[in-house]
């Protein structure tokens, strides 16, 4: 059972563009959303995490969307550039009782920026 | 200060033997979970210890195993490799209890032949 869907699975854009990637969950109890970035041969890399108690949080060029009624969440990436080609997760976990440590990831997204 | 170091990075075995891979956490982590990435299954998870303890386990054969020392340097060992198995397998650390905000390592890249 797929708990967490990302969509698309890959995804081009130009240098300067708005990237965005979707994930979509089953389980209510989920309460921390992180996203990861992958570089080939690299173990993946906390780019952001939001809480359901927030709709939005933003780094940088990078942006979360939370939407708790729908159960989505969405990651922006704002002026891509080339360095940003890499592969983007989505996950979701739930803090405490018998789920510890445990996160549940989205299938991935391959994103190319082209120059 | 130092990232999740895993070792060795890659490995080679046969059908049948058993491999330990090894994780050492960041410092002053003490919960340490595993996951296995493959392109078809994507990243999945497979156990975590804290305090030694095993807290939680994923979905995979009693051929996967763990476990974690009183320095917090994990283990994790399979038996009986199939094909199957041949994956990149990471740990990741985390300093909180509940383990929410994890830090992974480059990974172990298994083949197995």
């Known amino acids: 059972q797929q708990q967490v869907k990302q969509s698309p699975q890959s995804l081009i854009v130009q240098k300067g563009g708005i990237s965005i990637i979707n994930c979509a969950y089953e389980n209510t109890a989920f309460d921390y959303f992180p996203w990861y970035q992958q570089f080939p041969g690299k173990g993946p890399a906390l780019l952001i995490a939001i809480r359901p108690d927030v709709s939005e949080k933003k780094e940088g060029r990078f942006t979360i969307s939370f939407n708790k009624s729908a159960k989505q969440f969405s990651l922006h990436i704002m002026d891509s550039q080339p360095g940003d080609s890499a592969t983007y997760f989505c996950a979701a976990s739930i803090k405490g009782g018998t789920s510890y440590g445990k996160l549940t990831f989205g299938q991935g997204t391959i994103l190319t920026v082209h120059p | 200060k130092a990232g999740v170091t895993q070792t060795p990075r890659y490995l080679i075995k046969t059908r049948g033997q058993q491999v330990t891979l090894s994780c050492s956490p960041i410092?002053?982590?003490?919960?340490v979970s595993w996951y296995q990435q493959t392109p078809g299954q994507g990243l999945q998870f497979l156990f975590e210890y804290f305090s030694e303890t095993q807290r939680n386990k994923g979905n995979f054969p009693g051929r996967f195993s763990g476990r974690q020392f009183s320095n917090s340097r994990s283990e994790m060992n399979v038996s009986t490799l199939e094909l199957g198995d041949s994956a990149l397998y990471l740990c990741a650390s985390s300093l909180l209890l509940a383990g929410a905000e994890q830090f992974f390592g480059p990974g172990t890249r298994l083949t197995v032949l």
């Open positions: 410092s002053g982590h003490r919960s």
